[in-house]
């Protein structure tokens, strides 16, 4: 199930809360809300629930025996338990293909590919799991000695299938002590329409241009048309994913939770340093704090724990070559900033430093969308002027019928939008009120009716 399907919003949201309001002891609302993650999730798949219950219950296990033997050797061994199985399942449903494909392809040889379902959110509540243990081992989480209650954790629905991913100690005093104001449930239904706004009325329509353009025949494809292919599909990402977590993040308020931000307008940064301080910002601390950090940091082998760390999270994004290489393709500018850029950066030009960071964005969209490295060798033929058939018509197009939609996502990849609500909030109280709640209205009754009426509804980050 998803956030923005006609299924969540018209029956499984309003059950969920109606339950959960009517419950005044935090004790039932905390089982409503996990009984409501498992549905949530087990949704169309309700045997990979169990894949999901089993990596919990090694996290919570574990942590026991990391608090009893803490600074001790069994306390390693306990972490190094859960570290192996949970990444273990991780690798296995997730990776476990690529790898046979890979050996197949350098011995000669025929085994067989596995049959296994990825699992919804599987990196999201491996990392979230990990998070916790290695915390707990760190002396940085206190135990939760309720499994029900860490099961609430790791299950919560709201940020489940598509982050941010929260640690357990940014929520560990909500889970036991939590109140939902008026003031939480109407910043709630903010956040959630905006994001509603951001997936349905602008990722959607971004993703239809990227499929029209590059998502099947490239032969035709003109110069223009790839470049406008690859720039609506940063938008589609961005959108798809910034909305997700708006929504993630306003259903959290509806149930007393604070989930800290995933992006920050990063198409606006000067850097690429500075892009992945704002983009999936949940994704980007974990690997800092977890993996960065304890390999030296910034204090030995800076170049190489970078590498290690984009090597990473590229394969964290997928089991293909062009994820790995999306990863160490920022890992080479992150060090090329590092090294020489950051020596002089500052007598640059603003604006000569936007167009910079935006160029190389766009270049990782490319690795990143094109799993078949044949078909990103024609895209970028026909992307500088290669193709002797590039033909303008379809770009011309569906620039021309979604220009409107165009200049509306330019738009909102800034703050200006904000800025514009901050001033009226500010200096306008009156004509705010009024608009706030119409603008609510209209949003979420265009989403609605286009979810009824259209059938084109991905969501990007289901695959990882």
């Given amino acids: 199930m998803v956030f923005s399907s006609l299924l969540s919003l018209g029956l499984f949201l309003p059950i969920t809360l109606g339950l959960y309001f009517i419950s005044k002891n935090i004790t039932w609302r905390n089982i409503i809300l996990l009984i409501a993650s498992l549905v949530f999730y087990s949704w169309g798949e309700p045997v990979l629930v169990l894949n999901m219950l089993f990596s919990a219950f090694v996290g919570y296990i574990t942590s026991f025996g990391i608090k009893k033997w803490h600074g001790k050797a069994g306390a390693k061994i306990c972490l190094i338990i859960a570290l192996v199985i949970d990444i273990g399942l991780l ?275 490319m690795l990143f969308y094109f799993t078949d490295m044949s078909r990103l060798k024609e895209f970028l033929l026909a992307a500088f002027g290669q193709n002797p058939n590039g033909r303008n018509i379809m770009a011309e197009y569906q620039l021309i019928s979604h220009i409107w939609f165009i200049i509306l996502m330019f738009i909102c990849v800034t703050p200006l939008l904000r800025i514009i609500i901050k001033r009226l909030r500010d200096n306008a109280k009156p004509l705010y009120n009024v608009l706030l709640p119409v603008s609510i209205v209209v949003v979420l009754m265009v989403c609605f009716t286009l979810l009824v009426k259209q059938s084109y509804n991905p969501f990007l980050y289901f695959r990882f």
């Fill in 91 to 365: 690798g296995v449903f997730k990776y476990s293909n690529f790898f046979i494909a890979n050996v197949n392809s350098i011995f000669k040889l025929n085994i067989g590919l596995t049959n296994l379902t990825l699992p919804l959110g599987i990196s999201f509540y491996t990392f979230q799991i990990l998070s916790y243990v290695i915390d707990v081992y760190r002396g940085e989480a206190g135990l939760q000695k309720s499994y029900y209650k860490f099961l609430l954790y790791v299950t919560m629905f709201p940020q489940l299938v598509a982050g941010p991913i929260v640690r357990y100690v940014d929520i560990e005093k909500q889970i036991n002590h939590r109140t939902t104001t008026f003031k939480d449930f109407e910043y709630g239904v903010i956040r959630f329409t905006q994001g509603m706004f951001k997936k349905i009325i602008l990722a959607n329509c971004a993703g239809q241009v990227v499929d029209a353009l590059i998502g099947s025949d490239l032969t035709n494809l003109s110069s223009f048309g790839a470049w406008l292919g690859i720039l609506m599909y940063a938008f589609q990402i961005y959108f798809d994913f910034s909305g997700y977590s708006d929504m993630a993040i306003g259903l959290g308020h509806f149930f007393g939770f604070k989930f800290k931000e995933n992006f920050d307008y990063p198409y606006m940064s000067k850097s690429i340093t500075e892009f992945w301080r704002r983009w999936h910002m949940s994704l980007g601390t974990f690997f800092r704090d977890y993996v960065y950090i304890p390999l030296g940091g910034n204090r030995r082998h800076q170049f190489l724990n970078i590498f290690i760390v984009w090597f990473l999270t590229g394969f964290w994004h997928g089991a293909s070559w062009n994820f790995i290489f999306w990863g160490l393709y920022y890992g080479m500018w992150l060090v090329i900033e590092k090294k020489l850029l950051f020596k002089f950066w500052e007598k640059v030009p603003a604006f000569i430093q936007l167009i910079y960071s935006n160029l190389i964005v766009l270049g990782g969209w």
